[in-house]
């Protein structure tokens, strides 16, 4: 029997992985389904459970699998009268937590929080499962927000003091985002945002994969720069894939994935998390190619149209444009 014990929040299969040192995942989560994992004594099959700092793993061997369906074995952790509180199913998957924060990862369709009570939201489901595994009341304060249609990083604080750090120095802190794009875009080239009340400005991206339809694109910023980037998008034949009622929708959602954040707590704590790219995201471009960067646009060229001319500077406002006397003089 090979044990050991949990010293961290960690998802079960992760745990397995790392401890047991199976070969692939579907090696650990078959030895799941056989039976052979036990948490604190209680058999357990599902690898996306998050185990509590203590937690006693146990992976049977052949012989001990044999001797405990001889005698009948033990009850289920799946069933209600065995439920183990050092095992909690999270909600949402756990991409990191300490004592003063909880970073999770929210799926595309749900939303972050609701005045109304029978609207389901990551809000009341993070608090249960939070309070569930304190059995107390705790606080619960979300730092970040992102609409229904998105996915990506949420951060939870667990007191106010880190809230109001983190909220106040939100802007400072570096992101990382996914986009998903009807259309294609010059290839790791930058986009020109307008914004209404600040001056505009380059916001470079990376081209990761892009097909005769769809490009995917890796920014490194965060939510708050969406609103100036989809005029930027039109103004090059592209749309941001599920928002907006006239937008394309052709994996029902959204085409938005926070997927980094790097934090700095109130006394110079770092926190570095990331998560991948959705899977919706890699089956849309499927079988695309990464094209080759060319050379960068500035702020004064626009896009040329298919089949239309050449891109060209914008002419200079106060520069006249009408021809000359000896122009006129050379068309006669």
Known sequence: MQEFKATHPVELIEALMTHV??????????ALKRGEVLVNGQVVSRGSDVLEPGAQVSILSKEEMAKRSRTGGAQSKDSKTNASPALLRAPFPVVYEDDNVFIYEKPAGWVCASPN???KSTYTAVKAYLEAKSEERIDVHFVNKLPREASGL??????????QHLQTH???FAKGMYVMVQGHLAADDELFLRPENSDPYALPYRTMRATNLHTLLKFKAGYEVIKDMLPALRRDDCLLIGVGKSAPDPIKRGGIHLFALALKGPNDEVINVKTRVPNEFLKLVRGGSSPKPGPRRDMNERPAKKGGRPNRPRPDRGASTRPTSDTRKKKR
């Not at 949420?154 to 809230?163: C, N």
């Open 170 to 172: 939100w802007n400072s």
């Open 21 to 30: 040192g199976y070969a692939t995942r579907t090696r650990a989560r078959n």
């Open 117 to 119: 009570p029978k609207v």
């Open 154 to 163: 949420l951060v939870v604080a667990k007191s106010m003091e880190w809230r």
